[in-house]
């Protein structure tokens, strides 16, 4: 028979903060009452496997969801939600500790994982992201007893691809074992300094700014308010894009772990799900918001507490400029006031505009001035405004990018892939792909696809594997077999994707791969 795990549940139980009017459920008690039959405590108090193991508030309801699937647990949705907050908040990871793997947590699509070693690379992520190991602390014994608890929900592990060419078991119930112990081990000092730190209140207004690929960079204000429960609030967006459309939106957020800031809400028609990380000293907010259900669509966001008395920037707007030119530069922030300070051969024209959280300056650039990043300052408050005079080259981002069939009357909605274009500069020596080369940014352009290959050309891939729709946004075809193909096959496809920019007088084009496959049925919070 098989079971489908409840990844459902998922947001009722990480991102919801609690049902108004029912009573508080004791994730401590749920604990005791519906895991120690099983995890029967020692003398010590510690309950086996579940004491020996920290992890996200995402692995922890993975956890759970594993515990109902493989084991028949009866537990409600407030339950759930309950024994995730108690068991992230007091066998979490520390801030440090999941600093390499945010990508997971926030899922961004198309990101490439970058496991610390060949090894590891094929004995734990040939089949889920090494982001799922790295969030996770276990000691060598724990890991060993993972390896034995893969065995045997997942026997083929031993003969499939990285496995049966090598002793999958004994490999991995030492050397790979004693290297994630070593790695990643349950006791570490940064994770004690953390469990003491005194608890953060994320309330007041903050100043935020990002990028949603495909619409645009965008600033604006979060206003964060405390709500009734421990540890949750109700906050609200407004957010302007550099083209002037504006957006508001409400949601609610429950912080774990002290850091670990988790959202529902809407913002514009959208209903979104968040995934921030508080900084240590409660003023910095960074991470990622998606649409709910299609999580491949959303945007970075990264933002600054308003404290009285002091000032910051957090988006200069465009961020970077062509020499010779005359430009109206926005600047975000809070406590902006003075007369700005200016990269060499940048000048300001007439008086700035706008007030404390806003201002905007026309600058007159020097045709002489040099290319790169310099420093822009307003009284304490510091940016960098970018400077070049031509973009060397075209980059597409993801250089290589999956995209999913899909809909067509089937349950799995199509999956799209959001491609941007990135303008670089070669930097002092010219050349590309060394040190001194920079990242300008994202830039507007025009996309089309192509067969990539002679088999795809073969196939006439780029016939039927989607078109592109808006902005760089790939859409695939509609799923199941497709008459008009080949062996009647669906709609899959290997492409290559080109980005054509123009950049006054001259034309620019970058190119990536893009293979559009089959629905992916299993999509677990850490993938």
Not at 14 to 37: E, F, M, N
Not at 107 to 128: F, S, T, W
Not at 217 to 238: F, I
Request: proline share 6%; aromatic share 8%.
């Amino acid at each position: 028979m098989k079971h489908r795990i409840p990844w459902s549940a998922l947001s009722a139980a990480v991102l919801l903060t609690g049902v108004a009017g029912a009573a508080p459920v004791d994730g401590r008690q749920v604990l005791t009452s519906t895991c120690a039959a099983c995890h029967t405590p020692g003398a010590d108090g510690k309950q086996p496997r579940i004491s020996d193991i920290r992890k996200t508030p995402e692995g922890w309801d993975m956890t759970i969801a594993r515990m109902q699937v493989w084991h028949g647990v009866q537990i409600s949705a407030e339950e759930r939600r309950a024994l995730v907050k108690y068991l992230a908040d007091t066998q979490g990871l520390a801030p440090s500790e999941t600093a390499a793997f945010r990508q997971g947590l926030e899922r961004r699509p198309n990101v490439a994982d970058h496991p610390p070693n060949d090894n590891l690379a094929q004995m734990c992520a040939r089949c889920h992201s090494f982001a799922r190991v790295g969030l996770q602390r276990r000691d060598e014994g724990e890991w060993r007893k993972l390896v034995n608890t893969h065995l045997g929900q997942f026997p083929s592990i031993e003969y499939s691809l990285y496995g049966r060419d090598r002793d999958w078991f004994r490999i991995a119930s030492t050397e790979t074992a004693a290297e994630l112990g070593k790695l990643f081990p349950l006791q570490t000092e940064a994770w004690t300094t953390w469990h003491a730190h005194a608890p953060i209140d994320p309330s007041g207004r903050w100043r935020i700014a990002g990028e949603r690929p495909g619409s645009g960079r965008y600033s604006g204000v979060l206003t964060v308010q405390k709500a009734a429960a421990p540890d949750t609030y109700a906050a609200r967006y407004e957010i302007e894009y550099a083209d002037g459309r504006t957006l508001t939106g409400e949601s609610q957020a429950l912080v774990y772990t002290g850091y670990e800031w988790r959202e529902q809400g809407r913002l514009g028609d959208d209903a979104i799900r968040s995934v921030y990380a508080l900084s240590e000293d409660g003023n910095g907010l960074s991470g990622r918001w998606f649409v709910k259900d299609a999580d491949e669509r959303g945007g970075e966001l990264h933002g600054t507490r308003i404290v009285d008395g002091r000032a910051g920037i957090v988006a200069v707007e465009p961020p970077f400029v062509r020499a010779g030119d005359t430009v109206e530069v926005t600047v975000a922030g809070f406590g902006l006031a003075g007369t700005p300070t200016l990269p060499a051969g940048v000048q300001l024209v007439g008086a700035a505009a706008g007030g404390p959280e806003r201002l905007t300056l026309k600058l007159k650039v020097d045709a002489g001035a040099a290319d790169g990043w310099h420093p822009l300052k307003l009284g304490a408050a510091e940016a960098r405004l970018g400077v070049y005079h031509k973009i060397d080259r075209v980059q597409v981002e993801p250089a290589y990018a999956v995209a999913r069939v899909g809909g067509d009357g089937g349950p799995m909605p199509v999956v799209p892939a959001q491609f941007q274009a990135i303008a670089w500069l070669d930097g002092a020596d010219g050349k590309p792909g060394t040190d001194d080369d920079v990242r300008l940014g994202s830039v507007p352009a025009s996309w089309r696809h192509e067969n990539h290959g002679e088999a795809a050309k073969d196939m006439q891939d780029a016939q039927f594997a989607g078109r592109f729709a808006e902005a760089g946004l790939f859409q695939p075809g509609p799923a199941g077999l497709n008459p008009q193909r080949r062996f009647h096959t669906n709609n899959t496809g290997d492409l290559t994707v080109t980005a054509t920019v123009q950049d006054g007088a001259q034309t620019l084009e970058g190119q990536a791969q893009l293979m559009v496959t089959v629905q992916r049925w299993n999509n677990p919070p850490i993938k």
